[in-house]
């Protein structure tokens, strides 16, 4: 009789949990079969030594997330074997570690990008530095003010392979606090009467470093107070004021100096032949004809002066030089000459006695 004694019956056994563990501060988790366990033997129909064996399969969907496939063997010591697999579950649940860029204070004309005001960096326990995203958002409704100021909240965000994020906070500060740049039309001389307003002498020019140009408002205010010379000569200090559209404001003086250097103007009468017996008075040899830019007719002094040694002629004949002079209140002074002729060209009248008869011999004076 052959009887035929055999063990093919696999060995019994419990397998340990499944265990999720999460990456340290460095990335590293403790896989190791003390931390997570074996399998627990249970029994084996014949064998009293088994034998325990297990091979790791890993799978990892970023740099701190991995799923260990551990499969565990118990053989026999007649080469029968039970498998089991433990799922070990590593996960990195560590956001990484964000730093904002310095708070900024600055002027409204400043680049606001993180290319003028900085950009934040991170830092994470799994993800190199260059796999981490860092996005950033603005609200710009938080810049209600003028020319665009107010307190900017800029959120910068950081996001590591795994998807773990963490966020911090910069704070802009927009303010517009300089005022226009004014530049004033030279300063210049004018004649009393000329035309001094903006559209004839210039205006003064603005540029804001914010502010548009056409959105400026610009105004002048003239402080006559230095006009104190004759016919109103002297000083105007033209003041031009700029405001941007935050209210600073920006000014600068232009002088205009106001003088009567122009002399009167006058024509003189014509030059005349008289006769010796007329009158020198202008009514009869003739009146100048007078204006001046500033100052009234009746104000302008006016005299004139017969240079008469010419007169050395029978019976006062000769020629007169009259010099007409004008003089305006600021002492402005015109001449002019007019040569008047006086001449005896009227023979004597003569009368004749009546014709009368005398006798010869007789007197004749």
């Known amino acids: 009789q052959i009887i035929t004694v055999s063990d093919t ?18 990335c590293v988790a403790d896989t190791s079969v003390l931390q997570n366990g074996s399998p627990i033997l249970s029994s084996d129909n014949c064998s009293n030594i088994l034998t325990t064996t297990y091979s790791d399969m890993l799978t990892a969907t970023c740099p701190g997330n991995t799923t260990i496939q551990r499969r565990w063997s118990v053989i ?4 029968n074997v039970s498998t089991c697999t ?13 730093t904002c860029p310095a708070n900024a204070n600055v002027s409204c004309e400043v680049d606001l990008s993180p290319a003028s005001l900085g ?3 991170a830092d994470d326990n799994c993800t190199p530095g260059q796999m981490i995203a860092i996005s950033y958002s603005d609200n710009l409704d938080q810049l209600p003010g003028c020319n665009g100021s107010g307190i900017l909240i800029r959120t910068w965000t950081a996001v590591d392979a795994c998807g773990n994020s963490s966020s911090c906070q910069q704070t802009i500060t927009v303010t517009d606090q300089d005022g226009p740049v004014v530049q004033c039309p030279a300063s210049l001389t004018f004649s009393c009467g000329s035309d ?28 006559e107070g230095g006009l104190t010379g004759c016919n109103g000569t002297g000083n105007i200090l033209r003041t031009w004021t700029a405001y941007d559209a935050c209210g600073n404001v920006s000014t600068c003086v232009q ?12 024509q003189c009468p014509d030059n005349v032949v008289i006769s010796c017996e007329s009158s ?9 004809v007078v204006s001046d830019n500033c100052t009234a007719f009746e104000d302008l002094e006016i005299s004139y002066d017969d240079q008469s040694q010419g007169l050395a002629g029978c019976n006062g004949s000769g020629t007169i030089v009259r010099t007409w002079t004008v003089i305006d209140i600021c002492g402005n002074v015109s001449t002019c000459t007019q040569e008047i002729t006086v001449v005896d060209d009227t023979p004597p009248m003569i009368n004749c006695a009546s014709a009368i008869t005398v006798n010869c011999g007789d007197a004749l004076d």
Request: glycine share 4%; net charge negative; proline share 10%.
């Open 76 to 79: 026999d010591e007649c080469g």
């Open 196 to 223: 001094i307003s903006p559209e004839a002498i210039g205006f003064a020019v603005v540029s804001d470093n914010c502010t548009p140009t056409e959105n400026i408002i610009v105004a002048y205010e003239d402080d």
């Open 255 to 266: 002088t205009i100096t106001i003088a009567d250097d122009t002399p009167p103007a006058l």
């Open 280 to 288: 020198l008075d202008p009514s009869v040899t003739g009146n100048i």
């Open 86 to 98: 433990q799922e070990i579950t590593i996960q990195d649940d560590q956001a990484p570690i964000i």
């Open 9 to 26: 019956s696999q060995p019994s056994f419990t397998l340990p949990p499944d265990v999720i563990l999460y990456a340290d501060a460095v």
């Open 119 to 121: 950009t934040a960096t």
